[in-house]
């Protein structure tokens, strides 16, 4: 079965860390492009950082520049996120998504995507 896996949300208090992977099952990772998303509660969803399928091209949202950090193992056939600094306003369910059609460059628009994860609820809070 075709499908990416979120892995490693959790709680954790302000200012603190966590790393998300995004674990690809059936197919390689080696001409996919992938971008994290979050969803918060009554919010729509919004990119946070993509990165393309060589890891030469990585863009950020705004409010997480500085503090995240996208990377990827294509020997792992895995792609982390790693935030630091963590704020309550980054509680969300978080989303790994794969393009495998211009994977050579990639975008933080959700329609860019064809294939999702389940998510991961990261919740940052004392």
């Known amino acids: 079965q075709l499908q990416l896996v979120e892995s490693g949300g959790g709680l954790v208090q302000p200012g603190g860390s966590l790393r998300l992977s995004c674990a690809a099952s059936g197919f390689t990772l080696d001409y996919v492009a992938i971008g994290w998303f979050r969803q918060a509660p009554g919010k729509e969803r919004e990119g946070v950082a993509c990165i393309s399928n060589s890891g030469g091209k990585i863009y950020y949202v705004d409010s997480v520049k500085g503090r995240f950090s996208i990377s990827r193992d294509n020997a792992k056939n895995t792609v982390y996120l790693q935030m630091n600094s963590l704020k309550p306003e980054d509680t969300a369910v978080y989303y790994c998504?794969?393009?495998?059609?211009?994977?050579?460059?990639?975008?933080?628009?959700?329609?860019?995507?064809?294939?999702w994860g389940q998510g991961t609820q990261v919740t940052v809070s004392s």
């Open positions: 998504a794969g393009d495998s059609l211009l994977y050579r460059d990639c975008a933080l628009s959700y329609s860019r995507y064809n294939r």
